[in-house]
C-alpha cells in the first residue's frame, strides 16, 4: 500500500470523524438549551450570587461554543471535493448546518440566548429542526445497513437509499451532492453575511463604540 493510498485513506477518515462529531455536538448543544428547568433546579442550590451568575454564563458559553464548532465543520465539508470523498448525508447534513447557523446569529445577535427572551425558542426551534434532519441523515442514510446485512437480506429499500442520498455514491449521489452545494452554499454564505452586518451594529450600539 502506498503512501498516498494511506494519506488519502487517513485525510477521509479524519473528515469522517469530523462530520460524525458535529451531529453529536447538536445533540449536545440542543440538550443544553432544552433543559432549562433542570438547570434551574440546579442553580436553586448555588447560594453565592457570584456563583449563579458564574453558572448562567457557562452555560451559555459551552452552548454556543458548540454550535460554532458544528457551524464551522459544516461549513468545511460543505464543498464539492470533500462530499464527493466521503458519506454525508445530502441534503440533510448541510442542511441542519444551515439552520445551526441561523440558530447561532440568533443566539449571538438577538438575544436568543436567555430564555427569558422570546427570540430563544425560536433559536431552539432551528436547533431542533437542524437536528431533526440531521438524525435522519446520519442514521437512515450515512449509517444504513453495509453491503454484509444487503447481501443476506436484500432491500431496494436501503439500496435506493444509499445509491442516492450518500453524497459519494456514483452517480445519483454526486448529482445530488453538486445541487445541494449549488443551493445551500450561498444560503450559508447569507447567513454568514447577515451575522457579521449584525455584528457590526452591535458594535456602534455598545457604550465603547462611541468614546
Not at 12 to 19: A, D, E, G, I, P
Not at 43 to 58: C, F, H, N
Amino acid at each position: 500500500m502506498g503512501e498516498e493510498v494511506i494519506a488519502k485513506g487517513l485525510e477521509v477518515w479524519t473528515l469522517q470523524t469530523l462530520v460524525n462529531i458535529s451531529i453529536l455536538l447538536g445533540f449536545f448543544a440542543l440538550g443544553l438549551a432544552i433543559a432549562q428547568g433542570y438547570f434551574s433546579s440546579l442553580r436553586e442550590r448555588l447560594t453565592l450570587r457570584v456563583s449563579i451568575e458564574l453558572w448562567d454564563v457557562i452555560l451559555i458559553l459551552i452552548t454556543d461554543m458548540f454550535l460554532v464548532v458544528v457551524v464551522l465543520l459544516g461549513f468545511l465539508v460543505l464543498n464539492p471535493d470533500i462530499m464527493a470523498d466521503i458519506k454525508i448525508a445530502v441534503p440533510f447534513v448541510p442542511l441542519g448546518t444551515i439552520l445551526f447557523a441561523i440558530a447561532l446569529v440568533i443566539r449571538l445577535f438577538y438575544g436568543g440566548h436567555h430564555p427569558s427572551n422570546p427570540r430563544f425558542r425560536l433559536a431552539l426551534l432551528f436547533m431542533f429542526s437542524a437536528v431533526f434532519v440531521q438524525t435522519i441523515g446520519f442514521s437512515l442514510i450515512m449509517e444504513a445497513p453495509g453491503k454484509e446485512y444487503l447481501a443476506l437480506h436484500p432491500s431496494p429499500f436501503w439500496n435506493f437509499i444509499k445509491m442516492n442520498f450518500r453524497s459519494n455514491a456514483t452517480p445519483h449521489g454526486l448529482e445530488l451532492a453538486q445541487l445541494t452545494f449549488s443551493v445551500l452554499f450561498p444560503i450559508l454564505i447569507m447567513v454568514f453575511i447577515w451575522g457579521f452586518i449584525r455584528a457590526l451594529k452591535q458594535l456602534n450600539t455598545t457604550p465603547f463604540a462611541r468614546k
